[in-house]
């Protein structure tokens, strides 16, 4: 006749053991709580850190779709206005139309000389539908002085860096050359109407907006574009949308389309995309840490205890009770932990998400191509799920003692 | 300075003395380059050539330009075809030279970057056009070999820059030593990397000068084109107007 199922408060007596050696506990559960409070910043840091790259690259450089004539981007070094797309306004008005496309921006992308007060030097001329760029570009957010540039006028709005360099401020005049579509000498005079600040150094020191109508004049490419970026209403959809554009453009460029997804554009980008699994190895590594610390400070609890488990086990406590125990302990001091923890990695990431963490001083240095204010983004899924993972981490890691705790004889037990 | 030299900005250009002076196997590589100096020191010229931009793709880009020259120094050069391109001129002094393009509407010197830019689309560098070195005062020079091209023996100097700035700093030329003209050249960083590649050819007795009439050049770090220069017209003691070589005759026209 088998005896009957007791039951055995474990919780309760977890929750109790927890309380016997405060110091102790207090060590274990900091080990999970600085983990927990680690990855939710940690986290929310590198979100949106990687957020802040792709939403600057899909800006400034890649859209979620570009669409460019071939051999355009093999020849990136020298931006050949040559290889442009003939009625790339008009293939941007036909791209906006395609289901699931938020918006399709023709950009003229050229090197220019750029002369100013008897000095002179390279720039990237740029030139943009304003309009239709106040959400992208957002040229007007990086605006410092002066005014936006007004389609249909010789005006430039004007990186803040290139400008000091060359001793031009707002009302002065540049002129511009670069090569044409016809490989010919092209120019243009213009009035200084801004000047720009994007925190992306590398721009400020050489980004000249004009208007999309003045950059076609300059470079005899009327109608036309050097590229045309693509949004999709939702990132995440950037594969259904490359897959109808490369459609829509087929046969429309001579000599050629290049339509890429901005995963596809550089070696930054595809590392992007794959961060994901990338950084949680990092997280896990850094839950196996604090694991490591809980199975230590458990191992030490459990030799305290061997006459208390000894008598446990005189009493009829079964081993697989013993492990319960300890290990539901576990769980315990790592809820305790990882509540703790989580709550204040939320507390810092909603702060300094709201705040934003300043790097100007280290971007201008290292000529960081993306903003230079960083805004850690906190998700619920990541405040639960390191209180869950901190859980489940020193539960795991409490095995290891239990086991020990479980093969204890009592007899043994009781003579230690 | 000829047209040749203008457009090109060759340096080994070209032009040599008219009589047989010490035979080549008596000359030493510094009077090489010394013959070569005095015959770049034209009085004046004056000169059309064609520009020609063969593309790799088969297209070419054919453009037509007018020279005016006084000295080494002093430079004027206008396009006059295609279209587009006409009107656009360009003025070197010394070392120094601007760009005029009728839409811009006001003169820019040419400096720092732009000067490694292709002029006019073409393989050769507005650095080429201005810089206007001494063979013999700027470059020391061996004698590395005799040779024959094209059926003409040569004799194959190698040039290394005795100031820095130059955008050479060190060259190969092949030099005809019947007529005293450069008839291949290779011009190299101070790495030792090969930049750009000239071959001269169509060389016409003028006066009492040769010239070469044609040049081919590759810049070997613009793989897309090939350049030929061609001068359809060249004329030499030419009385040039007072005012030609200012910003102001730049800006306003002939």
Redesign the interface.
């Known amino acids: 006749m088998s005896e009957p199922r007791r039951r055995v408060p474990f919780l309760r007596l977890a929750w109790r053991n927890a309380h016997r050696s405060i110091r102790r506990t207090a060590l274990t559960a900091s080990a999970v709580m600085v983990a927990a409070a680690a990855v939710v910043f940690g986290r929310g840091y590198v979100r949106g850190a990687l957020g802040n790259i792709s939403d600057t690259f899909w800006r400034t450089e890649t859209g979620h779709v570009r669409v460019r004539r071939e051999g355009f981007t093999a020849?990136e070094r020298s931006l050949p206005a040559h290889l442009s797309i003939p009625g790339g306004v008009a293939l941007a008005r036909d791209l906006a139309r395609l289901p699931g496309v938020r918006a399709a921006l023709p950009r003229i992308r050229a090197f220019a000389?750029v002369?100013g007060a008897?000095a002179?030097?390279?720039g990237l001329l740029l030139g943009l539908d304003l309009a239709l760029e106040a959400d992208f570009w957002r040229p007007q957010g990086m605006l410092v002085a002066g005014r936006l540039p007004v389609p249909g006028r010789a005006e430039a709005l004007v990186g803040e860096g290139i400008a000091r360099k060359l001793g031009v401020g707002v009302g002065d005049s540049l002129?511009l050359?670069g090569?044409?579509s016809?490989?010919?000498?092209?120019?243009?005079?213009v009035a200084v109407a801004g000047l720009a600040r994007s925190g992306m150094t590398f721009l400020d020191n050489a980004m000249l907006i004009v208007p999309l109508d003045q950059a076609q004049a300059m470079l005899?490419l009327a109608g036309g574009a050097t590229e045309v970026l693509v949004f999709a209403a939702d990132a995440d959809q950037a594969d259904v949308v490359l897959a109808r554009v490369q459609e829509a453009v087929r046969g429309r460029i001579p000599g050629g389309a290049e339509v890429k997804a901005w995963w596809q554009q550089s070696q930054l980008m595809r590392l992007l995309a794959s961060s994901d699994a990338m950084m949680a190895i990092v997280w896990g590594l850094l839950l196996l840490m604090s694991g490591l610390v809980v199975v230590n400070t458990m191992l030490m609890a459990v030799m305290e205890r061997t006459r208390e488990f000894g008598t446990q086990a005189a009493l009829g406590m079964r081993r697989g009770d013993v492990v319960r125990l300890v290990v539901e302990e576990g769980a315990v001091i790592g809820a305790l932990g990882g509540a703790v923890g989580a709550a204040i990695g939320s507390a810092i990431t909603l702060f300094l998400g709201s705040t934003g963490i300043d790097f100007s001083a280290y971007s201008r240095a290292m000529a960081l191509p993306f903003s230079p204010v960083v805004y850690p983004a906190w998700t619920w899924v990541d405040a639960l799920g390191s209180v869950a993972l901190g859980t489940l981490a020193a539960g795991l890691a409490a095995l290891v003692p239990a086991r020990r705790a479980a093969r204890l004889q009592p007899a043994e037990a009781l003579r230690t | 300075m000829t047209v040749i030299r203008t457009a090109a900005g060759v340096v080994a250009v070209v032009a040599a003395l008219s009589w047989v002076g010490p035979s080549a196997a008596q000359v030493t590589a510094r009077e090489v380059l010394e013959r070569l100096d005095a015959n770049m020191t034209i009085r004046t010229a004056r000169s059309r050539a064609e520009l020609v931009?063969h593309y790799r793709d088969g297209d070419d880009?054919t453009?037509t330009f007018e020279s005016w020259d006084r000295g080494t120094d002093q430079s004027f050069l206008e396009f006059t075809a295609?279209e587009?391109?006409a009107g656009?001129r360009f003025l070197r002094l010394g070392d120094a030279m601007w760009?005029f393009?009728p839409?811009?509407?006001?003169s820019?010197?040419?400096?720092?970057?732009?000067l490694r830019?292709?002029f006019?689309?073409s393989d050769f560098s507005y650095g080429d056009a201005s810089e206007n070195p001494s063979m013999a005062a700027d470059y020391d020079a061996v004698i590395e070999r005799r040779d024959t091209v094209e059926g003409r023996q040569v004799m194959v100097l190698a040039l290394t820059a005795r100031r820095p700035n130059l955008s050479y700093p060190r060259r190969r030329v092949w030099v005809d030593v019947e007529r005293w003209v450069p008839l291949r050249e290779e011009r190299f960083a101070a790495s030792g990397r090969l930049l750009k590649t000239a071959a001269f050819s169509d060389v016409r007795r003028l006066a009492d000068r040769w010239y070469p009439f044609r040049i081919e050049l590759d810049d070997a770090l613009q793989t897309?084109t090939t350049t030929t220069l061609r001068v359809l017209e060249l004329r030499l003691g030419v009385s040039l107007p007072a005012d030609i070589f200012t910003l102001r005759h730049l800006e306003g026209g002939r």
Do not use: A, C, W, Y
């Open positions: 020849r000389l002369d008897g002179n030097r390279g002129t050359l090569q044409t016809f490989r010919s000498l092209g120019g243009l005079r005899d | 931009v880009r453009m295609p587009r391109d656009s760009i393009l839409r811009v509407g006001k820019v010197r040419i400096q720092g970057h732009m830019q292709g006019m689309g897309e």
